[in-house]
């Protein structure tokens, strides 16, 4: 702890006081210590990290977010910084499971910006469809080879990671419950965004995740309620 004690530095993961004090400290730890394998290609990339620090914070979203659970802000790139902003006036009121989806979805933004700046430091934070594509390229993942058709990393992250976020969690709850239980958590954080519909599962298979869901949101192994 640094500064009278305002901010805890995991590595090269800063965390800041208003993030210590809440739930997500204690998932964040949980996380980590599981150390599953999107946890290692994400967020573990900025830890022994000299080049790059990811800052989580909580704090009040401007109202163009006000209903994002979180943001991934990379608005001091060239510092070396990203941050996760978490939404103050919903965090508070979400489960560790959710905390944990969060947290891993963010994780992926952040590994985004991070690998996409190492490679070329002059592209623009603003310029979101040419951040994504960027990374595509230099991670040798052909943008033809499925169903997208944006370049906007919401679409990368429905075709490429829900199911691993479902894994993750299901292996933080100590594989409890069968995978399709943890599938509507990764979608959560992605039905509000112009996801391409050939992306989008049906709102009958939603609807089934989502039942699915609700019974584990409050009984899960993950030690932080």
């Known amino acids: 702890m640094i500064n009278g004690g305002k901010v805890d530095f995991d590595d090269e993961v800063i965390l ?19 150390s ?5 290609n994400t967020i573990r990339n900025f830890i ?5 620090d990811l800052k989580m914070i909580v704090e009040p979203l401007n109202d163009a977010n006000e209903l994002s659970t979180a943001i ?44 996409v700046h190492k490679n070329d430091p002059t592209v623009k934070p603003t310029e979101r469809a040419r ?13 033809n080879d499925g169903v997208i058709d944006t370049y906007v990393q919401h679409n990368h ?8 976020i479902a894994k993750a969690l299901r292996e933080l ?20 965004d112009e996801i391409a519909k050939e992306l989008k599962p049906s709102k ?3 609807s089934i995740w989502l039942n699915k869901s609700i019974k584990i949101r409050d009984k899960n192994n993950i030690p932080c309620n």
């Open 16 to 34: 800041d006081s208003s993030f210590v004090n809440s739930k997500g400290k204690c998932v964040f730890d949980y996380i980590k210590q599981t």
């Open 36 to 40: 599953g394998s999107l946890f290692r």
């Open 48 to 52: 022994d990290n000299k080049e790059y």
């Open 72 to 115: 991934t802000s990379d608005d001091q790139i060239n510092q070396g910084i990203i941050k996760i902003k978490f939404n103050s006036k919903i965090v508070n009121t979400i489960n560790p499971l959710e905390w944990a989806a969060t947290i891993l979805h963010e994780g992926i933004h952040a590994e985004i910006y991070r690998f």
């Open 131 to 143: 951040i994504i594509q960027l990374y595509l390229f230099y991670k040798n993942i052909g943008v």
């Open 157 to 164: 992250i429905s075709q490429k990671y829900v199911i691993p």
């Open 173 to 192: 709850g100590k594989n409890q419950y069968p995978l399709d239980d943890y599938m509507y958590f990764p979608w959560e954080d992605l039905l509000g």
């Open 204 to 206: 009958k298979q939603l």
